[in-house]
């Protein structure tokens, strides 16, 4: 079955570290997305990503890149990791840019930043 | 900037009990809206997704509503298991139709006591 997967699930690191979190999707999707889901805040976007090369902003993107060699894969890097930064990230996917598809979520990743 | 709000917040309920959720959205100009549940530590599992067009949207005991000139959704839960505990999630495209991302409301978290 298709699926997108996130690695790793739990992730410690210090402030100033460069991190990066992984999806990968099999689902063969064009349009990939992060978000971060904070207590109070719900979930926002960060960056997303229409097809390979290609990347946008979103909400929260500050402090965050990405970048996107391949269909399957759209890694999220911190550059240089801060305690503002400790959340839980979701990657997504979904088909359509006409909006009549569902997106696609992976089980999310845990970072601490300490 | 579209929002979205859901009430209530927090839902506790004897099982057996038929249950509505809340969702409203600020831009009516929306391709879709979509229900997902979230378990504690999990990522999102899509429920529903109605589109513009539609009414309403039926899974099993669920039933999603959509009325866009009054920028409101309703999730209707019939004769709620325990099984349904869960933080339940409104969503609709950030603009367009949905390709930047979705905008989330902060969820309703529900417990259903056996």
Request: aromatic share 8%; proline share 4%; glycine share 10%.
């Amino acid at each position: 079955d298709a699926e997108i997967t996130q690695s790793p699930r739990h992730k410690i690191t210090e402030t100033g570290r460069q991190v990066t979190l992984a999806c990968h999707q099999t689902w063969n999707h064009n349009n990939m997305f992060w978000y971060r889901q904070d207590l109070g805040h719900g979930l926002r976007l960060i960056h997303y990503s229409y097809g390979v090369q290609d990347t946008n902003k979103g909400e929260v993107s500050d402090g965050y890149s990405v970048s996107r060699s391949n269909t399957e894969d759209l890694p999220l890097t911190l550059e240089s990791a801060a305690s503002s930064q400790t959340s839980v990230y979701f990657c997504a996917s979904s088909e359509s840019i006409y909006g009549s598809e569902t997106q696609y979520f992976g089980p999310g990743t845990r970072l601490l930043v300490l | 900037k579209q929002e979205v709000t859901q009430i209530p917040a927090a839902l506790s309920v004897p099982e057996g009990e038929n249950l509505v959720l809340n969702c409203s959205f600020t831009d009516s100009a929306i391709y879709n809206l979509q229900w997902f549940r979230q378990d504690p530590g999990k990522g999102l599992t899509s429920l529903l997704l109605i589109q513009s067009s539609q009414r309403e949207q039926t899974s099993g005991r669920l039933n999603a509503s959509l009325d866009k000139s009054s920028g409101r959704s309703t999730l209707y839960i019939a004769a709620s298991q325990p099984g349904d505990s869960a933080t339940y999630l409104c969503a609709v495209p950030s603009s367009g139709g949905g390709a930047d991302g979705l905008t989330f409301g902060k969820g309703t978290h529900l417990i259903i006591q056996p």
